[in-house]
């Protein structure tokens, strides 16, 4: 069990580092998009907060 608690815990750390870059932002208002590694931004264009994003690791590579 120790031997699989190790491997969650390795899966989790890259995850983590994973998400801390290349962000896709989506302004829910003008529908601007853009690629970001800060969480916490406004839209350049409008200036929202209303915003979606979406970790790029998730989509495929192909």
Same mark, same amino acid.
């Given at each position: 069990m120790?031997?699989?608690? %190790?491997?969650? !815990?390795q899966?989790q %750390?890259?995850? @983590? #580092?994973? =998400?801390?870059? &290349?962000i896709?932002?989506?302004?829910k &208002?003008c =529908?601007e998009e853009?690629v970001? %590694? $800060?969480p $916490?931004?406004?839209?350049? !264009?409008?200036? %929202?907060k &209303?915003?979606? !994003? #979406? @970790?790029?690791? !998730?989509?495929?590579d =192909?």
């Open positions: 120790t031997n699989n608690n %190790s491997l969650i !815990q899966w %750390s890259k995850i @983590r #580092i994973a =998400d801390s870059n &290349n896709l932002i989506h302004c &208002n =529908d853009w970001n %590694s $800060e $916490e931004v406004t839209c350049y !264009q409008c200036g %929202s &209303n915003l979606e !994003q #979406i @970790r790029c690791w !998730q989509f495929p =192909d």
